[in-house]
C-alpha cells in the first residue's frame, strides 16, 4: 500500500523570549495503514494518537525545537516506543523546554533519508527560524514538511532568540524554491500551499 499523508490540528500555546502565544499547529502523519511516521509533537499526545490510530509509529520527527513543536514529544515516545529525531544545532531551544536530563534519540543532518511505507522523507537542513530547523521532502509524494521554514505568504517568523532574518531567506532560496513548482508545502501552522505560489 502506497504511503498517505494524514493532518490535524492541535491546540495550546508557543512560548519565548517571555512571552506566550495561543496556537495551533498542524500534525502530519505518513505512511500506510500499517506503520507510520509523526512530524512533530504539540500540545497533546492523545490528539495525535488520534490521527496514527492503531499504527506502528516508527519515528516523531521534530522540524525544530519551539515548544509549541516538542512540548509532548517526550510522552508520544513513551506512549509509542518511536525515537525522537531532531537536529543537533537545536539543543539550547530544546533545553528551554525540557531541561537536560530528557534528551532525542537520534540526530538528523542534511541528506538524511527517513523511510517510511515505501516512501522516503529527506532532510533538508533550513536554519533560520531556528539554528536546526529542517524541512523534508517526499518527492513521490509530491510535497515538502516546512514546519516553521515556509508559510502561504512567505518565511517564518525571525523576530525571536536563535531566528535569523537572512538566513531564513538565503535557505528558502536555496533548499525550497529549487524544488519542483508544483510541489506541496505542508506547513507547520494554516492552510497548504504550493513551492510556485511563494516562488517571488
Request: glycine content about 10%; charged content about 20%; hydrophobic content about 40%.
Amino acid at each position: 500500500m502506497r504511503a498517505r499523508v494524514d493532518h490535524g490540528v492541535v491546540s495550546g500555546t508557543f512560548s519565548l523570549d517571555g512571552q506566550t502565544f495561543d496556537v495551533d499547529n498542524n500534525v502530519w502523519v505518513i505512511g500506510d495503514d500499517t506503520e507510520c511516521v509523526v512530524i512533530d509533537a504539540p500540545h497533546d499526545v492523545d490528539a495525535i494518537l488520534a490521527i496514527v490510530g492503531d499504527r506502528r509509529v516508527t519515528a516523531i520527527v521534530c522540524t525544530h525545537a519551539h515548544d509549541d513543536h516538542v512540548r509532548v514529544a517526550p510522552a508520544l515516545r513513551e506512549r509509542t516506543g518511536a525515537p525522537i529525531l531532531l537536529h543537533p544545532a537545536e539543543r539550547p531551544l530544546w533545553e528551554l523546554t525540557h531541561g537536560t536530563d530528557v534528551t532525542w534519540d537520534k540526530d538528523l543532518a542534511d541528506g538524511d533519508r527517513i523511510e517510511i511505507a515505501g516512501s522516503t522523507l529527506t532532510v533538508l537542513h533550513t536554519p533560520g527560524h531556528a539554528p536546526g530547523a529542517v524541512c523534508l521532502h517526499a518527492p513521490d509524494l509530491g510535497c515538502v514538511f516546512t514546519g516553521d521554514t515556509l508559510f502561504q505568504g512567505g518565511p517564518g517568523a525571525t523576530g525571536r532568540s536563535y531566528s535569523d532574518a537572512d538566513l531564513i531567506v538565503a535557505s528558502i532560496r536555496a533548499r525550497l524554491l529549487t524544488l519542483p513548482a508544483a510541489t506541496v508545502v505542508h506547513t507547520g501552522h494554516g492552510p497548504d500551499t504550493t513551492i510556485a505560489a511563494e516562488t517571488p
